[in-house]
């Protein structure tokens, strides 16, 4: 997303026009106004004197769940840990895995590189499991495969220089079980590029409907709110530089 998406853009209000990273500062801001307001008597008495109702607390709340992902219907999920710490496993090496078939199959085994890997290459978390397996699949098939029996002789070269370069048999095998246990919990599918686009773009107009709400209520609250340390508790203004002592 470009750093010039703006709440505008994502609440239709023509009145708001900040960047991506301004849109991201304001849960950070909203946070501590929505403590101090529900803390604080006196602030809160304040702020109900203009408007400051109930219901705008509540949808303060509200918006900020909706930008950090929290429902109050969420189910919680069980993490296999195992299938986890596979995948993740599997994505840190998909990038020097590749890194190192290709250096080495592209100079000395063009042929075999080609075939290896046509359509693949590191990518992340489930994405990562679909390469790596494509990956083997393609290097076994070197090694046995009867419809590539012509060019076994290349082939078994090509998999002594992978071998030399440290994908060896063994490490096979390893990544191979990895795999194994990367899968045993639910299928792995490539990325949903297009649900996470959608995702974004849900997000951004969350984070902009906080923003909208947030002006309003930090604008009302530096009009009607006048001593300081409110202010601070707030988030609205900061204590003052303790004097270093003269001398």
Do not use: C
């Not at 986890?84 to 078939?101: C, K, M």
């Amino acid at each position: 997303m470009a750093k010039t998406t703006t709440a505008a853009a994502a609440t239709n209000d023509s009145t708001f026009d900040v960047t991506r990273e301004t849109l991201e500062d304001t849960p950070s801001r909203v946070l501590p106004f929505l403590r101090a307001v529900g803390t604080s008597v006196p602030i809160r008495s304040i702020l109900r004197a203009h408007g400051f109702t109930d219901a705008e607390q509540k949808l303060g709340w509200t918006l900020l769940h909706a930008v950090s992902g929290f429902t109050e219907d969420a189910k919680a999920e069980t993490v296999d840990v195992k299938v986890r710490d596979a995948i993740n496993t599997l994505d840190a090496w998909d990038e020097d895995g590749f890194r190192i078939v290709r250096a080495a199959l592209t100079r000395l085994h063009p042929a075999q590189a080609t075939f290896v890997l046509a359509g693949i290459g590191p990518s992340v978390g489930a994405g990562a499991v679909v390469g790596v397996k494509t990956l083997l699949q393609r290097l076994d098939a070197l090694e046995k495969s009867p419809e590539r029996k012509a060019t076994r002789k290349e082939d078994q070269a090509a998999l002594e220089t992978l071998a030399a370069r440290g994908i060896t048999a063994k490490e096979r095998a390893r990544l191979a079980e990895l795999l194994h246990v990367a899968q045993s919990a639910t299928e792995i599918e490539a990325p949903d590029e297009v649900g996470k686009a959608a995702r974004e773009e849900t997000y951004v107009k969350a984070l902009g409907a906080l923003r909208v709400w947030y002006v309003d209520w930090s604008e009302m609250a530096r009009s009607v709110v006048k001593r300081r340390d409110y202010l601070i508790r707030l988030g609205l203004a900061k204590r003052k530089a303790a004097k270093k002592p003269a001398g």
